[in-house]
């Protein structure tokens, strides 16, 4: 079975300072990916960055940085100079194949994020 | 290219009323995804379908809710009797296929379910 866990309900940052979301997983499956992703008071859940077990370096999309540390079981995210419109629910979700030969994604809880003017 | 589209964005219904719910998942995409995110947690996977096959409905509460996704295309959640427990976001997502190592999914707007 995989988990996520989110242990930030909420974050506080000001505005062009950067901030550290934590994600820990776990898993017994030696292949996964590791996602994050950010959904706005709209509902729409939005892609921001991927993490596969394998990649030798880690992720990184435009202010968007994953901090994966493989050994720790952790897949952090990274925002610098965070905006206004940062401000939302982030999701960490790890893909692996499910029991039925299939693969999906997990999502943790979450974390809200407000940016502070 | 358009995005997944999702009707109706808003449902209210009373307890053992009947309602469903339409997606239309982005062009070309195999798979198709319905979850449920109650308020304050992550998304859930109901039920995922492969072109018009079901791949995996193993947390579908199979009793109350059905999906169909005739053609491989268009789908359609249905929850009939409806229950308190199951106000909470529909949210609907398409990938291009789960063999990928890498299966970005993409979600459309979601519809807000409340059971009265």
């Known amino acids: 079975a995989q988990k996520i866990t989110q242990t930030q309900p909420g974050m506080f940052v000001q505005e062009k300072e950067a901030v550290t979301l934590d994600c820990t997983y776990d898993?017994?499956?030696?292949?996964?990916?590791l996602f994050w992703y950010k959904q706005p008071s709209s509902g729409e859940m939005i892609f921001l960055i991927y993490?596969?077990?394998?990649?030798?370096q880690n992720a990184t999309e435009g202010r968007y940085s994953l901090n994966f540390q493989k050994a720790r079981k952790s897949a952090n995210l990274v925002i610098s100079a965070s905006q206004l419109g940062d401000s939302a629910m982030y999701f960490c979700?790890?893909?692996?194949?499910?029991?039925?030969?299939?693969?999906?994604?997990?999502f943790g809880k979450g974390t809200k994020l407000s940016v502070i003017p | 290219e358009a995005g997944v589209a999702q009707s109706p964005r808003y449902k209210i219904i009373e307890k053992r009323q009947s309602v469903a719910f339409w997606c239309n998942p982005i062009?070309?995409?195999?798979?198709l995804y319905w979850y449920q995110q109650i308020l304050g947690q992550g998304p859930k996977l109901l039920i995922q379908?492969?072109?018009?096959?079901?791949?995996?409905d193993s947390q579908l509460p199979k009793d109350r809710f059905s999906a169909e996704r005739l053609k491989g295309v268009d789908s359609t959640l249905k929850i009939q009797p409806a229950k308190l427990e199951d106000s909470a976001v529909y949210l609907c997502?398409?990938?291009?296929?789960?063999?990928?190592?890498?299966?970005?999914?993409?979600f459309g707007p979601g519809t807000r379910l409340t059971v009265l």
């Open positions: 997502a398409s990938s291009f296929t789960t063999v990928a190592s890498y299966n970005e999914q993409f």
């Open positions: 898993t017994s499956d030696p292949s996964y990916g």
């Open positions: 993490q596969g077990s394998y990649d030798q």
């Open positions: 979700a790890m893909r692996g194949a499910s029991g039925a030969g299939s693969y999906q994604l997990t």
């Open positions: 062009s070309g995409h195999a798979t």
């Open positions: 379908f492969q072109n018009n096959g079901v791949v995996d």
